[in-house]
DNA sequence: GTGGTCTAGACCACC
DNA sequence: GTGGTCTAGACCACA
């Protein structure tokens, strides 16, 4: 985790599930770790936890079965695929592109910085 | 300003005035807006907006005459490009590039996206 | 601290800690107290010691663990080691100089001021 | 006038004129500019001035004759060394030495810096 | 008039 | 609980 970074921890740990699941380390169905597995796992207090599975319950891609655990949910996938690239289109492209305007780079310009 | 943003305020007056200075709006060496009068305009505490004109001191981008007022740094344009194009390369680009691999979009694919 | 002084209570509080990590009753790595506590205990405004934190992360000696606190840097000491001796070299010795020149006094003068 | 320094604008105002007393530029018995001739000379605002002139009048240094002008005191010259002397041992000489001692160094550490 | 500092008290996101 | 931000209002040195 990084502490000093302008993402919220849980956000930092919902991404991080979300990556798992999408590199198929998890799959539909399967049982994901506990809160507090995790929370020992990252270093992270376990109500930072809760809220992350929290997020990702709220978005549907895990479900909750009471007493067991967390589960990754069956359309977790697409869910996620969706998620992400909404957010990229609606939320990261415009501050991109205007930033781009600012400091006059074109979407060309990027080519040079791309590892 | 826009109060409900996830950037705070200071942070605000201080991009709107770099921008004022980009634009050519004031130039190097003239004085600015006193601290009472531009709080009075954009109508907050004038505690922030001297927080906002301290951090652009500490940038180098403006800087103080006792008992006179702020002013323009001879170096302030050079200084917010620079510091603008160090943000945008150091911590924007590394996180489009790594959602753009996520979600399998390509540096000309965002081509289509610009309006 | 010492309302009567010349240097701003925020600074002292911050020399304060600086000393304290000199002195090593605290040590790298670990936490410090919050800016609640201390503004309890040496009787000022939780804002003042806020500032005087904020100071500390700016120059590197202390960072913070979002929603648990500050720790002192693992290079703090060092830090605060070369920032002072800057400080030192920089402004104070000039003004040394300049006035030991006009006073006609020499350097091995000065041991006899020593206590 | 250094309008970027710790030193009051008016203090640097008196240490000017002391220093031209010392440098036997203007004798004992002489006049000195008036306000605003000075005003003029350093740009600044004639307060500024009329303030370093009544802190000089204050410490003996010049007196003012009604509706002539500022002129310097007979033992000006006595009265500036013993004024700098004082201010030098009482309130610069700790100051140094505390330093010097967080610093290690020692007072003929002090000769590798001498310009 | 200017900026610099401080207090008191509040609200917020986050852990 | 933690720090981060903001407001309101005050006092100060300085120009």
Redesign the interface.
């Known amino acids: 985790m990084d502490?000093?970074n302008q993402h919220?921890?849980f956000m930092q740990i919902a991404a991080m599930i979300m990556?798992s699941i999408?590199e198929k380390e998890v799959h539909a169905g399967e049982r994901i770790q506990s809160v507090r597995e995790l929370a020992g796992h990252v270093q992270v207090?376990p109500n930072t936890v809760q809220r992350a599975f929290s997020y990702l319950q709220d978005q549907g891609v895990i479900f909750n079965q009471r007493g067991v655990g967390y589960f990754v949910s069956d359309d977790a996938f697409d869910k996620i695929?969706s998620l992400?690239?909404e957010e990229?289109?609606k939320e990261?492209?415009p501050?991109?592109?205007r930033?781009m305007d600012?400091?006059n780079?074109s979407?060309?310009d990027?080519?040079q910085?791309?590892?």
Chains 1, 2, 3, 4 share one sequence.
Request: proline share 4%; glycine share 0%.
């Open positions: 502490f000093n919220p921890i990556d999408l207090n695929k992400k690239r990229f289109i990261f492209l501050e991109l592109f930033r600012h400091l780079i979407i060309d990027l080519k910085y791309k590892a």
